[in-house]
């Protein structure tokens, strides 16, 4: 089939995947192989991604067709996305996906460096999702890894060239560090691995798992899906169950798909045998998604109204807490640590403050607390940032201590570690939302105790404090930036492993303070564990009460009898009933707790909520062994017509007459003794009003501070653990450091003399011993008191002068052998940016010299040759066309004046050449960008005369140390 009829018949077929392949240096080779490996209908649509000059016209469409089988074009304007295609990006423009559109767009003028990679996969991972694929080649840099973990963070896959096999390994090594890559193979395996899963669903046919009330073969599943859980948990300490199933599935779904099995038992059994596959799993459970200023506005809004607020209100002797909650790989925390330093700075004020950064990923920990980023990873990063907080270290960065030292790293798992205490501010984007409901509420719930009153919270875009709206206030709806405004702090929650988990979600939080209110208090032995034995049988739906009428626990189904709101774990229980089903409440309490006995009304009306009931209600008192004091009542509700009594003593069983007239009989008794209570009482309180108010202030200040530095205490030991560490670490780094320079200053080359401010001696290399008369002893003493064998005698001078107006000196000096060194002498800067010193090097450039003079003599020698040869010679410098150079002679050849034709090989490649000879040479010259080979044509070229004459062409590659193209040399001769 031609490629015109594939067109029409691939225009009506839907990609299965859209595959991106990302390829720079070394790429047209791979390339080649790779689309040469595959078949002509797979199904899939294939963009290809370069690093183009937008100076240059490429001839990638014509060369990879020769190798396809799929129509292959450059995306010029807008193009709907076809299955069996082959789309190529622009020369001058980048490339992103919108729906089933390629859109080319302008490149941003104002971005250090371009990277098209990068910005396709961020288009395509959202896109996309699961139907992404990213694949990684050969070529320099970091271009694509930061796009791939998009691509993987949306459920996409990524497929990386063996960086051993690739020509250049830069952006296949870069994948790799990053963690994204699901295979590493060669280019034909790569193929391979591609077509094996062009066959594989890409939707999550597990979705269906979410629902586990299901029957049959489902059940199974979700059996085993549990079982997988437990197996991750078992390997990496994690437990999964509180993330949301839906996410969970779509990445196990990605797993099965990459490992090719379809059903989940197969999966389990090979994940039984291959411990690696589980460890690998539980990291894709973990993707962490973050970036450096991720949201860049949200970041803006929390700086005018968070950051500015705490270094404004800030106490020079109280560091702000600050705690990072899913930090991941630690951008966030440095993002924030960026913000307050650039906000000490405008406020010209010094404040100390400390960064708790969290997370359960203990890869992602250890990369946070090395603190360096590839190039990409920072790239996005403002100027001013990357030299202020960050040191060009090799091919990325490292973050310096101003930043660094204030940020604690630790791992944390949310559902099982204690909350940090006494908190400014708490960050957590973007982790709450792959939370069940319930495990939300707990996280936030922590969070709020974590806070001080009027603390700061920070959520990420798709995330909401929930069934917490009253302890917290927005101050941000868009960013989701919130204030804790509760006086009191809610119990943190227990952890989700808890036996008591189901009961604590449906009872709600207390405060931590007591209740001014209350006349009567449990005893503090009284715990959940004694209402757990009692209700273990079959007690529900029950509560329990005690003699002053507050609810102290319920189990079962106790909405159909009485309305509790959220708020205090303990009420009144004659408030959440009419007045009528109070009144039968209070006598049933009242008699039981009198009679220490078993009591039942039988046959009562009970109405709640508009619902007409017959009631039987049984009152048990119960003393728990060991609790003093402890007149406890036992409700229990059932209907009327269930309800078997028949093994009840008649005299412990109320009905509804005899109700109605102990009712009235209460109420007469009651009133007497409200009566001569409030004389009582008014009594009293006249006496004792003042005195109480006084003692209940004190107490209840006493027992906050208690309750604060117990808290405050688990919580400090929790810190010291952390920090200390983080010492440790710091102190094997610093040996390391100290022995590294030891080293260096021994076996480099360079005469290093490091001076204070004194121009005393601090440290020297063994080179200087043998320009100077000094030894390691003499350490401390001042250089001036030492003679030396170099013609140079500005030595103090020039120090002096560069510690006063911290400029560099150098000279170039001789020694009394006639060798020739380069001296220079700089200021020696300290991590603070103090100056302290100065630093002198001597550098022997006796051979360079040397070799200088006899550059000279050769260049001298070839600029005669030239003009010997009447050969015209060309240059053509490939990172700058302005700087393309034609010598004279060449001018002549092609009968041409210099004044009117600029030396530009590109206008002579393709203004000049005969249009039947542009093909053969633009694809020489394509073989000659990517593999450096040597190039050679005979050409007919158009003179000034308007005649095409024949001529040799030949040219060579110049590339730098790295093997990076600079230029093109040749030569053109008239044959």
């Not at 941000?476 to 119990?491: A, C, E, M, P, R």
């Not at 509700?637 to 509804?656: H, M, W």
């Not at 940016?833 to 003079?853: A, C, F, M, S």
Request: aromatic share 8%; hydrophobic share 35%; glycine share 4%.
């Amino acid at each position: 089939m031609d490629k015109e009829n594939v067109e029409s018949v691939n225009a009506e077929i839907t990609p299965k995947y859209v595959v991106g392949i990302g390829a720079s240096a070394g790429g047209l080779e791979v390339l080649r192989e790779f689309f040469d490996e595959l078949p002509e209908q797979s199904d899939l649509s294939y963009i290809v991604l370069q690093h183009l000059s937008p100076d240059f016209k490429s001839m990638m469409d014509e060369l990879l067709g020769r190798y396809s089988t799929m129509p292959v074009r450059v995306v010029q304007k807008d193009t709907k996305l076809e299955a069996n295609n082959v789309y190529l990006i622009p020369s001058d423009k980048n490339l992103i996906i919108e729906g089933e559109t390629l859109k080319p767009v302008k490149r941003d003028s104002g971005v250090k460096l371009n990277l098209p990679i990068d910005i396709f996969f961020h288009s395509l991972g959202k896109e996309f999702k699961s139907k992404a694929i990213g694949i990684i080649l050969s070529g320099t840099g970091t271009d694509g890894s930061r796009g791939a973990r998009t691509i993987k963070e949306n459920g996409g896959i990524v497929l990386v060239q063996s960086p051993e096999l690739a020509k250049f390994d830069g952006m296949p090594k870069a994948a790799i560090s990053l963690g994204v890559a699901d295979f590493v193979l060669p280019t034909r395996q790569l193929t391979e691995k591609l077509m094996k899963l062009s066959k594989e669903d890409p939707n999550n046919a597990l979705l269906h798992l979410e629902d586990e009330e299901v029957e049959g073969s489902i059940t199974t599943d979700v059996e085993i899906f549990q079982e997988i859980l437990q197996m991750v948990e078992k390997a990496s300490n994690i437990d999964f169950r509180t993330y949301r199933k839906k996410t969970l599935l779509r990445r196990l779904e990605k797993r099965m798909q990459l490992n090719h099995f379809h059903a989940l038992k197969e999966y389990r059994d090979f994940l039984n045998n291959n411990q690696e596959e589980v460890l690998i799993l539980q990291q894709d459970f973990l993707i962490g998604v973050t970036q450096f200023f991720r949201d860049d506005e949200a970041w803006k809004s929390m700086q005018e109204i968070v950051v500015k607020k705490l270094v404004e209100n800030g106490e020079e002797n109280t560091p702000l807490r600050i705690w990072v909650a899913g930090c991941s790989t630690g951008e966030e925390a440095f993002t924030l640590s960026i913000l307050i330093q650039e906000e000490l700075r405008e406020q010209k004020k010094s404040l100390d403050y400390k960064i708790f950064a969290t997370d359960i990923d203990k890869r992602a920990i250890s990369i946070a607390g090395q603190g360096f980023y590839n190039a990409n990873l920072v790239a996005d990063l403002p100027n001013e940032y990357l030299y202020r907080y960050f040191t060009k270290d090799n091919d990325g960065f490292q973050v310096k201590p101003t930043i660094r030292d204030h940020i604690v790293f630790a791992q944390q798992d949310l559902m099982k570690d204690p909350p940090f205490i006494k908190m400014d501010l708490v960050i957590c984007r973007n982790l709450l939302i792959y939370l069940e409901n319930k495990a939300q509420q707990r996280v936030l719930t922590n969070f709020q105790f974590a806070l001080n009153h009027k603390g700061y919270m920070f959520l990420g875009t798709s995330e909401s404090v929930g069934g917490l709206s009253m302890a917290f206030k927005p101050l941000h709806q868009k960013w989701n930036i919130f204030q804790s405004v509760l006086t009191y702090k809610l119990q943190p929650a227990p952890p989700s492993h808890s036996m008591y988990e189901k009961q604590y979600d449906r009872v709600y939080n207390r405060p931590s303070a007591p209740i001014t209110d209350r006349k009567v208090r449990m005893d503090k032995d009284l715990s959940e564990r004694i209402f757990h034995e009692i209700l273990a049988n079959e007690y529900a739906p029950a509560l329990f009460v005690n003699k002053e009428y507050e609810l102290l626990f319920a189990t079962g189904d106790i909405e159909k009898y009485l309305t509790i709101s959220k708020g205090w774990r303990s009420r009144m229980v004659l408030d959440m009933v009419n007045r009528n089903e109070s009144m039968i409440l209070r006598n049933g309490i009242r008699k039981s707790i009198t009679g220490k006995a078993l009591t039942i009304f039988k046959g009562v009306q009970y109405t709640h909520n508009n619902e007409n009931q017959v009631l039987n209600i049984k009152f048990k008192y119960i003393n728990p062994v060991g609790v003093k004091s402890a007149d406890l009542v036992l409700i229990e509700f059932e209907s009327a017509k269930e309800g078997d009594l028949s093994l009840v003593e008649p005299s412990n069983i109320v009905t509804q007459d005899k109700l109605t007239q102990e009712r009235v009989f209460t109420l007469e008794s009651e009133l007497n003794e409200t009566k001569m209570e409030l004389q009582n009482t008014v009594e009293e309180l006249e006496t004792t009003n003042e005195e109480m108010q006084a003692s209940n202030e004190e107490l209840l200040a006493s027992n906050e501070e208690l309750q604060s530095s117990n808290e405050e205490l688990q919580s400090v030991n929790e810190e010291l653990y952390t920090v200390n560490n983080e010492l440790q670490v710091k102190i094997s780094e610093l040996k390391e450091l100290n022995n590294d320079m030891s080293n260096l200053l021994t076996s480099t080359h360079i005469g290093t003399i490091f001076l204070d401010r004194e121009l005393r001696i601090r440290k020297i290399t063994p080179v200087v011993q043998g320009l100077f008369n000094i030894s390691d002893e003499d350490t401390g003493r001042p250089i001036v008191h030492f003679t030396n064998s170099l013609n140079y005698d500005t030595l103090e001078q020039d120090a002096r002068k560069v510690l006063e107006y911290l400029q560099v000196v150098s000279h170039e000096v001789t020694n009394t052998n006639g060798e020739v060194f380069m001296l220079r002498i700089l200021p020696y800067r300290t991590s603070e940016d103090r100056i302290d010193g100065v630093v002198i090097t001597l550098v022997n450039i006796t051979e360079i010299k040397q070799l200088n003079d006899k550059l000279e003599e050769s260049e001298e020698r070839f600029r005669t040759a030239i003009e010997a040869l009447n050969t015209g010679i060309w240059e053509w410098n490939i990172l700058d066309s302005s700087k393309d150079w034609w010598a004279p002679y060449l001018y002549e050849l092609l009968m041409l004046d210099e004044n009117e034709v600029k030396p530009n090989q590109q206008y002579l490649w393709g203004n000049l050449v005969h249009e039947d000879d542009r093909a053969k040479n633009q694809e020489a010259i394509e073989k000659l960008l990517s593999e450096k080979e040597p190039y050679k044509q005979r050409l007919r070229i158009k003179c000034g005369d308007g005649e095409y004459k024949e001529f040799e062409v030949a040219g060579k590659a110049i590339t730098d140390s790295k093997g990076e193209l600079l230029k093109v040399v040749g030569s053109l001769s008239n044959i």
